[in-house]
């Protein structure tokens, strides 16, 4: 028995073997599912986003603040997921954005078939962008493929500069990194310029915006990557 965390595999290492293969099949049977979420959604051109940090680096307020200025043009869709509650999909619904709450009830990271199930349904089986906001955890989220077209990882200044070194997985995953509530760095002891440079040493150029939802700075330049992602998905040419 581990003394640590009370586990039966400490000093054996068959059960722990054994774990590691079930992992493996658990994770090749998610990927699948997902290969096929995105075949689905690359045929009616919709975009998926994949939102992953820590608890609550600001994810629910930043889709709260930039989603209603381009929901009148475009048909969006949020899945909230969550441990438990279902806060966030209420927080989303007083501003009329179509939001439907996933709990996992204990899982540290939504799945693909999760996903897959939601998808069948309205409004998610018309919509333009798809917008995930995975359960809060650095770690977990960034193994489980959702069929997304893109993982943005977000990292508030209240966190400290040294994670994406410290929690490599989700920042050599992402196609974005977001650094929020840069209201707060008069307050906090936090390098933007060394956030940015351990990111990058994990994932050379990873594209970052700093933004915060307080004073909605780089708020705009979140909405522009996001409309720019939806172009290339829809195969659009680029004059930016
Ligand atoms: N100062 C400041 N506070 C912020 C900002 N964005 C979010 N917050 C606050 O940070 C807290 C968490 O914000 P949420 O948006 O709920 O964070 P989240 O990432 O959705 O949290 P989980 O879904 O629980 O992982 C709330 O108290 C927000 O008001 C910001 O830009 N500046
Ligand atoms: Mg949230």
């Not at 979420?37 to 045929?43: F, H, M, Q, S, T």
């Not at 975009?47 to 600001?58: H, K, T, V, Y």
């Not at 994670?163 to 390098?191: G, N, R």
């Not at 050379?204 to 909405?223: A, C, F, K, N, R």
């Amino acid at each position: 028995m581990c003394e640590e965390c009370g586990c039966e595999n400490a000093n054996n290492s068959q059960p722990v073997k054994r774990e590691i293969i079930i992992e493996e099949n658990v994770l090749a049977k998610n990927d699948n599912i997902a290969a096929g979420i995105r075949d689905e959604l690359a045929a009616r051109k919709a975009l998926m986003i994949n939102m992953l940090s820590s608890p609550g680096s600001g994810k629910t307020t930043l889709l709260e603040k930039s989603l209603p200025k381009i929901m009148n043009e475009y048909s969006l869709a949020v899945i909230e997921g969550d441990v438990q509650t279902r806060y966030d999909a209420e927080r989303l619904r007083k501003l009329n954005i179509p939001v439907s709450q996933l709990n996992t009830g204990g899982a540290c990271h939504l799945d693909a078939q999760s996903v897959k199930n939601m998808l069948a349904n309205k409004p998610f089986d018309s919509s333009d962008i798809i917008i995930i906001e995975n359960v809060g955890n650095l770690v977990c989220p960034s193994a489980f493929d959702l069929g997304e077209d893109a993982k943005v990882v977000s990292i508030s200044v209240t966190e400290g500069d040294d994670k994406p070194e410290k929690y490599p997985a989700a920042f050599a995953s992402a196609s974005l990194m977001l650094i929020t509530k840069t209201d707060l760095l008069p307050y906090v002891q936090f390098d933007v310029e060394r956030c940015k440079e351990g990111a990058w040493q994990i994932h050379p150029g990873l594209p970052v915006i700093t933004l915060s939802s307080v004073t909605g700075e780089g708020v705009d330049e979140w909405i522009k990557w996001l409309l720019h992602a939806l172009d290339h998905k829809k195969g659009h040419t680029h004059t930016h």
